[in-house]
C-alpha cells in the first residue's frame, strides 16, 4: 500500500528556512517521480518542484526557482525540500505526490492531477 507522510512545516519567520520531509512507504521511491504542491487558503493546489527519476530531471516552479531545492534519498526512501529564503506568499499546506514514468517538463508535472498517491499536508506559516 503507497503512504506518504510529509513532516518538517511549521512556523518561521520571512527570511528563514525550513527543510520539509516525505517518507515514503510500500512502494520504492527511487523509481517514481516525485512532486511538491502547495495550497494557499482559497487558491488552487500549485505545483512547486518536480524530481523525476533520471539524473537531472528537476523542475522548480518561477516563485521558488534560486530559493527551493528538491532532493530524494532513495536508501531512506524519503524526499526533502529544502525551504530557504521564506516570504509570506510562501504560506500554505505543502504536499508531496508520486506518479510513475513523468517527466518533469514543467507543464504537466505540475498539475496536480497527473500524480496518483499523495501524502496529507503538512503547514508551512511564514509570519513575522
Known amino acids: 500500500q503507497v503512504h506518504l507522510v510529509e513532516s518538517g512545516g511549521g512556523l518561521v519567520q520571512p527570511g528563514g528556512s525550513l527543510r520539509l520531509s516525505c517518507a515514503a512507504s510500500g512502494f520504492r521511491l527511487g523509481i517514481y517521480t516525485i512532486g511538491w504542491f502547495r495550497q494557499a487558503p482559497g487558491k488552487e493546489r500549485e505545483g512547486v518542484s518536480c524530481?523525476?527519476?533520471?539524473?537531472?530531471?528537476?523542475d522548480y516552479a518561477d516563485s521558488v526557482k534560486g530559493r527551493f531545492a528538491i532532493s530524494r534519498d532513495n536508501e531512506k526512501n524519503t524526499v526533502y525540500l529544502q525551504m530557504n529564503s521564506l516570504k509570506p506568499e510562501d504560506t500554505a499546506v505543502y504536499y508531496c505526490?508520486?506518479?510513475?514514468?513523468?517527466?518533469?517538463?514543467?507543464?504537466?508535472?505540475?498539475?496536480?492531477?497527473?500524480?496518483?498517491?499523495w501524502g496529507q499536508g503538512t503547514q508551512v506559516t511564514v509570519s513575522s
Open positions: 524530481a523525476g527519476n533520471g539524473f537531472g530531471n528537476i
Open positions: 505526490a508520486v506518479v510513475k514514468d513523468l517527466y518533469c517538463n514543467g507543464y504537466s508535472s505540475r498539475l496536480p492531477g497527473t500524480f496518483d498517491y
